[in-house]
């Protein structure tokens, strides 16, 4: 199913990108306390709660899905999630060296079809590296 990601800026500009093809975003790395199941916030005395790595984006990032259920709400929080290390500790995973600061990620993002994903649209990570200077 063709998807397409739109970084939506100032001034009515736009960056199209495809989901689930290689995109670059530029923004910060947080380690972000939340709840989790069962109600993912709707009952936080019963819910889990959860921490997670996510970047955070200047702009909102909406992905649009053509021909499809699946709803993404623009966001400027995504969940990271790194493929293989999924058992590792947080400290352990890549995001823990690049805490709080400004970095370029290169990956494939997806619009969520659960809660358990925790932003309406995550990423895959690649790589994360420093910014670049222009």
């Known amino acids: 199913m063709p998807f397409l990601a739109i970084a939506i800026r100032m001034q009515g500009q736009s960056i199209s990108r495809s989901v689930n093809k290689p995109i670059s975003l ?3 790395i947080r380690l972000v306390h939340g709840f989790g199941p069962p109600g993912y916030g709707e009952s936080p ?3 889990a709660h959860v921490t997670y790595w996510a970047v955070e984006t200047e702009v909102p990032l909406a992905a649009i899905a053509d021909q ?3 709803d993404c709400i623009p966001t400027k929080r995504l969940k990271l999630f790194f493929p293989g290390l999924e058992l590792d500790p947080l400290m352990k ?3 823990a060296k690049w805490k709080d600061q400004r970095v370029t990620i290169h990956g494939k993002i997806h619009c969520a079809d659960t809660a358990g994903e925790m932003t309406s649209i995550y990423m895959v990570v690649e790589n994360i590296e420093a910014v670049s200077k222009h």
């Open 26 to 28: 530029d923004g910060t």
């Open 45 to 47: 005395k019963q819910d």
């Open 68 to 70: 499809s259920d699946f």
């Open 93 to 95: 995973l890549p995001a």
